[in-house]
């Protein structure tokens, strides 16, 4: 059996012009991330940590900012065709761990619903999915509210 380990990043601005959406739920806040889709940070950040650990490239490669079609895009979509293309590709994935990195709002009561629509898109219980939020202290574009980061790590595992 095989075994690879992916690490995923992004980072988004932050805007009032937008809604804010974090593991394919919308929370509220009075910022929201500018991207080319929804701006998921979160999800983003888990899809190219498992196009990754396959081999697959990133997002942007796949997704690319410079498609009309696919302007707005809800990124749960994004992460379904990841998921899908690695299954196809012979890999599944054993479990997620993602840290989001905002001051603001406060994200640990939205976690176990994230985890919830999270869970079935990536074929995986929910128990194995980690997501931690933490802000940067007050320091840098994170700390002046400007943008949001986040990082995940996937193993996945595969038959060959």
Do not use: C
């Not at 012979?90 to 989001?100: K, M, S, V, Y």
């Not at 999915?129 to 996945?156: C, D, H, P, S």
């Amino acid at each position: 059996m095989k075994i690879r380990v992916g690490m995923g990043f992004d980072v988004h601005q932050l805007s009032d012009e937008r809604d804010l959406w974090l593991g394919g739920i919308k929370i509220p806040s009075e910022l929201g991330l500018i991207g080319h889709s929804d701006a998921d940070v979160l999800i983003h950040a888990i899809a190219d940590a498992i196009l990754g650990a396959a081999g697959l490239r990133d997002i942007g490669f796949h997704f690319p900012n410079t498609n009309k079609k696919i302007e707005g895009i809800d990124s749960k979509i994004i992460l379904r065709k990841v998921v899908d293309l690695i299954h196809e590709k012979g890999w599944r994935i054993e479990n997620i761990d993602a840290t989001l990195v905002m001051e603001k709002p406060k994200i640990n009561p939205y976690i176990e619903q994230m985890k919830e629509v999270l869970a079935p898109i990536l074929s995986i219980e929910v128990n194995a999915i980690g997501i931690k939020a933490t802000t940067n202290e007050t320091m840098g574009f994170i700390g002046r509210e400007e943008g949001a980061t986040a990082y995940a790590v996937v193993l996945l595992m595969g038959a060959n």
